[in-house]
């Protein structure tokens, strides 16, 4: 009697946990297709949660904005996510799906250019059509090129292993490493974002964490633009002056905008400049018109000794942008070759 007692509580007990499985079921967001959102919620429960440890960021691979939940990061550069929850009775079994979304074209699916996709070896063919990749061992590949709902698209699913409740209501924490194949620029500059749903096995979503992120070739340059900084061109002396080759080149181009200042001041006040003996010629020989390239070309006649006055402000002016543009240092010194070119041409007339 005792033992058909203790059965018949046994079951009992197994009843009600089906019952409540099956409300979390219920209770959740039922399926998976329907496209992708960037409300964040927890309505399982389970304190979802992604985490990015800063503190051992690389200085060049990839930047983490804390303020603005965005990761800015290297085309093929590795970064091990940690994916956080706190399990709750009834145990049961979860995992976590890893999915990419346009910001601004949810319902657009991300995929590869044909550029890098052209010199991918991976021989798994969903693999090797993922713009993510994830490096853990369990990663299962779903979706298709041309799926739009969250069922449909390409993402990855990996399995939350856990066999019995942790102690005192502590947090399990499991590592996702993850990686991408294609950069903002091959997919047209759009911003991107990965949402990391954490899901039943019946595939009920049960908790959602958005990531906003930028595959770029420059992590540390696109995060200080976002983030309002100006990176420091040169190094400093240790009494806070600026070296004195780029101190002259400054100084320089503060005259040269002085005097640019001065002179549309004195066009605004005097309409006799164009016949004055100033060197300047009338007005039909000076032409300003844009380029294609999204520049400007200038045509104008000037005297010698204004044309050397203008190649050498000029110049100085295009070797300040190599200190603030270094990134582009070989086009600017280019230009500065040539300017000098032509300053040397004009002294020998």
């Known amino acids: 009697m005792k033992l058909q007692h203790l059965y018949r509580r046994y079951e009992q007990y197994q009843s009600a946990i089906q019952e409540l499985i099956l ?4 209770d959740a967001k039922p399926n998976l297709d329907i496209l992708p959102t960037f409300e964040e919620h927890d309505i399982g429960g389970y ?75 991976e021989t798994q063919e969903q693999r090797r059509h993922s713009l993510l990749r994830c490096e853990n061992p ?81 992590p540390k340059r696109d995060y200080e633009t976002d983030e309002g900084k100006r990176a420091v061109p040169t190094k400093r002396r240790s009494n806070g002056e600026m070296p004195s080759h780029t101190a002259k080149v400054m100084r320089a181009s503060n005259d040269c905008n002085n005097k640019h200042a001065k002179a549309l001041k004195d066009e605004d006040t005097s309409s006799d400049l164009e016949n004055s003996d100033s060197g300047l010629s009338t007005a039909h020989e000076f032409d300003l018109q844009p380029t294609p390239s999204g520049g400007y070309r200038l045509v104008i006649e000037l005297d010698k000794e204004l044309m050397q006055k ?6 100085q002016v295009v070797a300040l942008k190599i200190f603030d543009q270094p990134q582009q240092a070989k086009h600017y010194n280019k230009m500065c070759r040539k300017l000098s070119r032509w300053r040397e041409k004009l002294q020998r007339k």
């Not at 409300?23 to 219920?26: E, G, N, P």
């Not at 990855?156 to 102690?167: R, V």
């Open 310 to 315: 203008a190649v050498e402000n000029l110049n």
């Open 23 to 26: 409300k979390q079921q219920l």
């Open 138 to 218: 369990t990663a299962e590949y779903c979706g298709t090129a041309d799926g739009k709902s969250i069922n449909d698209r390409y993402s990855i699913l990996m399995p939350l292993g856990i066999s019995a409740m942790p102690k005192n209501d502590s947090s399990i924490s499991q590592t996702i490493a993850i990686k991408f194949t294609c950069q903002n620029s091959c997919i047209g500059r759009r911003e991107t974002s990965i949402i990391f749903l954490l899901e039943g096995m019946s595939g009920e979503i049960l908790s959602q964490r958005v990531l906003d992120v930028k595959i770029c070739s420059c």
């Open 47 to 121: 304190k979802f949660n992604v985490q990015i440890d800063s503190n051992i960021q690389a200085k060049k691979s990839w930047m983490y904005s804390p303020n603005r939940k965005k990761l800015y990061i290297r085309m093929n550069e590795i970064i091990s996510l940690e994916a956080v929850y706190v399990p709750k009775l009834p145990v049961q079994q979860l995992r976590v799906r890893v999915l990419m979304s346009f910001k601004n074209e949810v319902s657009e699916p991300v995929v590869r250019c044909q550029n890098h996709l052209s010199k991918d070896t």
